[in-house]
């Protein structure tokens, strides 16, 4: 669905006003997710490992949320009047200000009561609330599209209006009742205890906050950031398996006793490997066919960056689940570790490239950065007590599960 909206955007905008979406849409992301200190985290970790602490979980949220919206949009405003201004014009300034503020309070609204169903492993709901912020861009997208609106404002109202709806469903379909009596002063220390050690990693990955797209922005231009955007969009397909593993991940060692942690690490990263090194393979193949197809002949130049992106893909794909599994085993701090060494070596890497290599310079950045964390993630894992051939290397006997598996499956068919 994301790459549907994207198709749907880049055709209707072109290369530059595609670019301009994606300046806009840039800051509030970032600001949303730096400064949500690290709560959705600790919401998902508490809600997996302590169940009677759901309701006042939410509730006490809510509370610090609200402090939040206030400071982040408030902040938001000041730094996109600075950071656009100067290169996009004073009205493209204006817009993005106004798109901060109605913006991070339903983001946060949505993100956060689904942090609890992601704890609780109510996948149904928490699958439902994530897939309506896809299927309500591509519906507002598509009638941009159809009613050929050309203008940024009508997609970034698409924006807000998907998460607007999401986080609408994430309230209603709450286990747990929300009231200000649930709110626990106590309880503020722990989730921001546990948040801010998580979240100095989480805030790390430097595609979290996309500075290699925000380089080609602020250092490039609206043309170079438009295709950058296409590929970066394409090589994302990649990533979504490990999103998918590492939603599940995270709460099921949370949840799993202490001893059944290290194996069903391994179980996610090996069958994860598996599943994402093929899909690249297939993807690097075939996106010199696919991207101009799908976007248009227009967007034939981003086929080398999307090439180079897909690599890089795949190494941060990996560092994510295990990064995810080190949190779920109560341990944020060595996931964080691994995640500022990768920033620091990606924020090197895009000052040095890109200068002397433009837009490629920045997904070549990415593959040094993503390179750099998975293997202090992987030295930090094994010192924790996962042996390398636990998260890489298939037993027999697990071979044999497999091969156990698959008659069960023929047989089932026959049946």
Not at 35 to 64: H, Q
Request: net charge positive.
């Amino acid at each position: 669905m994301n790459v549907i909206g994207g198709v749907l955007s880049a055709r209707t905008l072109g290369v530059s006003g595609r670019g301009l979406l994606a300046a806009i849409t840039l800051w509030p992301v970032t600001i949303a997710y730096l400064g949500d200190l690290g709560v959705p985290l600790a919401l998902t970790y508490f809600a997996a490992a302590e169940t009677d602490l759901r309701p006042a979980l939410l509730s006490t949220a809510l509370v610090i949320g609200l402090v939040q919206v206030v400071v982040l949009a408030l902040a938001g405003v000041v730094i996109v009047a600075f950071a656009l201004g100067p290169r996009y014009g004073a009205s493209s300034a204006i817009l993005a200000a106004i798109f901060m503020v109605a913006w991070i309070p339903v983001n946060l609204l949505g993100r956060y009561p689904n942090a609890i169903n992601q704890g609780a492993q109510r996948f149904r709901s928490y699958n439902l609330v994530r897939l309506t912020v896809a299927v309500v861009y591509v519906a507002g997208s598509a009638t941009c599209f159809l009613l050929q609106l050309r203008s940024v404002p009508w997609f970034l109202a698409a924006t807000w209006a998907a998460s607007g709806t999401a986080a609408i469903l994430a309230l209603a379909g709450l286990h747990e009742r929300v009231t200000l009596r649930g709110y626990q002063a106590a309880l503020v220390r722990r989730i921001l205890g546990y948040g801010l050690r998580a979240h100095i990693g989480n805030v790390a990955p430097i595609d979290v906050f996309q500075l290699d797209l925000l380089a080609v922005v602020v250092l490039i231009g609206a043309q170079a950031s438009g295709l950058y955007s296409v590929a970066s969009s394409a090589a994302g397909v990649l990533q979504t398996a490990a999103v998918a593993f590492g939603v599940v991940a995270m709460p099921a060692l949370a949840a799993s006793a202490a001893g059944d942690r290290g194996r069903l690490a391994g179980l996610f990263m090996k069958t994860a490997l598996v599943l994402i090194g093929v899909t690249g393979v297939v993807l690097f193949a075939l996106i010199g066919y696919l991207l101009p197809l799908v976007y248009g002949r227009p967007f034939q130049g981003a086929v080398p960056l999307a090439q180079t992106l897909i690599v890089a893909a795949f190494l941060g794909s990996m560092r994510v689940l295990l990064g995810g599994c080190m949190r779920g085993m109560g341990r944020p701090l060595a996931a964080t570790v691994s995640e500022v060494s990768g920033l620091v070596a990606g924020i090197i890497a895009l000052a040095v490239l890109v200068p002397a290599r433009g837009a490629l310079g920045a997904a070549e950045a990415m593959i040094i950065a993503y390179a750099c964390s998975l293997a202090i993630t992987t030295t930090l894992a094994v010192r924790a007590g996962l042996p390398l051939r636990r998260l890489v290397w298939v037993s027999s006997d697990e071979v044999e599960a497999g091969r156990r598996l698959l008659v069960g499956l023929r047989g089932a068919r026959v049946a």
